[in-house]
């Protein structure tokens, strides 16, 4: 069945380095892949997102790159901040053609901390 | 505009109760999806409404049940409750799939004693 693997399960770096966090999904067909942002207590927020005919998407300090061939994205955060400190979930999901619609199926998240 | 509301917040439940969550989508999400989240298993999809149909099922038993109302608004329902139940259920609302940004309610914390 559909499948998401994510790692690491936890990061800890630095103030200012860089994370990455990398996901592998096993459906084929999968052609949205979004990634989720949740702080202790708080619900999942999306912070970017990438559909399967693109390669690379950027906003700010965070991107993410898809190799389709692989099956599989990655999340890149540049200059980290305390901030950043929070269960990032990687999802992909796909459209159904008979039904037009995707379920998105999670990662097992990354706990990512950042030191000052 | 209001965000997805989920209600109640937190709920305490013997083994073998059944329990009702309700969702508020975003006004205008017509897709309302719901998820189990355990620290263990992550975030599990449980099933998926659009225009009052069940569009999508994950791996779950048939004691967890849902649907939708005309206004977009869902509930779900766990009947004959498990101590294995005890999680964060989270409901998702998009404009018309999950292929669109999903917003997230904050979640009803269920705890089965």
């Known amino acids: 069945g559909e499948n998401v693997e994510q790692h690491p399960s936890t990061l800890s770096v630095q103030e200012g380095d860089s994370a990455v966090i990398k996901c592998t999904y096993s459906?084929?067909?999968?052609?949205?892949f979004p990634w989720y942002k949740q702080e202790l207590g708080k619900r999942p927020q999306l912070i970017i997102d990438?559909?399967?005919?693109?390669g690379e998407k950027k906003d700010q300090r965070i991107a993410v790159t898809l190799n389709k061939t692989a099956k599989h994205f990655s999340l890149h955060i540049t200059e980290t901040q305390p901030e950043d400190s929070a269960v990032y979930f990687c999802?992909?999901?796909?459209?159904?053609?008979?039904?037009?619609?995707?379920?998105?199926?999670f990662g097992q998240g990354t706990t990512l901390q950042v030191k000052p | 505009k209001a965000g997805v509301t989920q209600t109640p917040r937190y709920l305490i439940k013997t083994r073998g109760q059944q329990v009702t969550l309700s969702c508020s989508p975003i006004?205008?999400?017509?897709?309302v999806s719901w998820y189990q989240q355990t620290p263990g298993q992550g975030l599990q999809f449980l099933f998926e409404?659009?225009?009052?149909?069940?569009?999508n099922k994950g791996n779950f038993p048939g004691r967890f049940s849902g649907r939708q109302f005309s206004n977009s608004r869902s509930e779900m329902n766990v009947s004959t409750l498990e101590l294995g139940d005890s999680a964060l259920y989270l409901c998702?609302?998009?404009?018309?799939?999950?292929?669109?940004?999903?917003?997230f309610g904050q979640g009803t914390r269920l705890t089965v004693v």
């Open positions: 998702a609302s998009s404009l018309r799939d999950m292929n669109t940004e999903a917003f």
């Open positions: 459906d084929s067909a999968s052609n949205y």
């Open positions: 990438i559909r399967s005919n693109v």
């Open positions: 999802a992909a999901s796909k459209l159904d053609g008979s039904s037009n619609t995707g379920k998105l199926i």
């Open positions: 006004s205008g999400h017509r897709s």
């Open positions: 409404y659009f225009s009052e149909t069940q569009r």
